[in-house]
């Protein structure tokens, strides 16, 4: 039976907001997937922090941690996002570039 696991991810979806307590955990699971690996914020409190972003225990997005590739902004973000963010990325994969998406 197969289990999952961050070793056989190829994409790192991080849909909250990023707080001290998170942090280790996240680079864990980032470090243990094998390149190429591609990370996606989903939500403005993937993307910035948003209403937390001044909180003493709130990093300022996901990219204050690891290199992100795709932003998708919303709160929520809409499904069209979703599904527009990911074939951003998945075109981003076929060409073999390696830089944001949305520009951030």
């Excluded at 979806?13 to 989903?42: D, N």
């Amino acid at each position: 039976m197969l289990k999952g696991s961050p070793r056989h991810a190829d994409i790192l979806a991080v849909t909250g907001p990023i707080t001290l307590q998170v942090r280790k955990r996240l680079l864990r699971v980032y470090e243990q997937m094998p390149e190429p690996k591609y990370v996606i914020a989903v939500g403005t409190c993937a993307c910035s922090g948003a209403p937390f972003k001044d909180c003493y225990n709130v990093y300022s997005g996901v990219d204050a941690v690891i290199p992100v590739d795709v932003y998708i902004p919303g709160c929520p973000p809409k499904p069209e996002a979703i599904i527009d963010g990911i074939a951003k990325l998945l075109e981003k994969i076929r060409g073999g570039e390696k830089s944001n998406v949305f520009g951030k």
